[in-house]
């Protein structure tokens, strides 16, 4: 993976890729999104399977997905390479020697659902989550996981034309948040599946807020 380190007593920003995408493809949101005042380490993971993404090319994903099979209702989905890439992935983060208080998970369509997936398993309440055009899955997991994230603001974006993961995914995960006493910070836009600057603003707003003791 990609790692930005500048100080190990600030806080660390952990962004997963989308599917088909690699390691590379969100590496510029640190520059948009890092707040004014505080330095944050930024770490962008290479998605663990390679996957064909069109004739000789290939990218990497979380878990393997049919583009063609895709569930039209991501609430009750379980991938089953879940049961071994959050482990991975915890272990990761924990080799940073540093409190989950300090790291904020967030990631892109896929990527976003493992963050918050991530973001639910942490054995402690991690400092932030961006979940950028994901969806609720794993839905009957989350809720009994939401009671120890309570009052926690969580940051999400979709666009109202995405055609490929439509929002009404991320519009149960809200519901799902909001009845669980979470915190929602939501941006919608008129758009598709991507981060727009819009998005970037609002996110590095509240990457600001969640790190304001830090400076």
Known sequence: YIEHVNDTTKPYVILFHGFGADMNDLESLKDVMNPDQ??????????????????????????PLQMAQLPSDWTNYSPPEMTNLVPRV?????????????????????GAMLATEVYFQASQKPLGLLSLSGSLIRKETWVQKCAERKNE??????G??????????????IQVLKQNELLVDFVSFQGGHEIP????????KYLTEKTESFK
Request: glycine content about 10%; aromatic content about 12%; hydrophobic content about 45%.
């Open 38 to 63: 505080v330095e944050l380490n930024w770490i962008f993971p290479n998605g663990t399977f390679t996957v064909p993404i069109g004739p000789g090319f290939t990218g990497r994903a979380w878990w």
């Open 90 to 110: 915890l272990k990761l983060i924990e080799s940073l020697n540093v409190p989950w208080s300090q790291i904020i998970l967030g990631g892109f369509s896929q």
């Open 153 to 158: 603001k969580i940051f999400l974006s979709h």
């Open 197 to 204: 600057l819009q998005v970037c603003a609002r996110a590095k």
């Open 160 to 173: 109202e034309q995405d055609q490929v993961l439509p929002s009404g995914g991320t519009q149960k995960l």
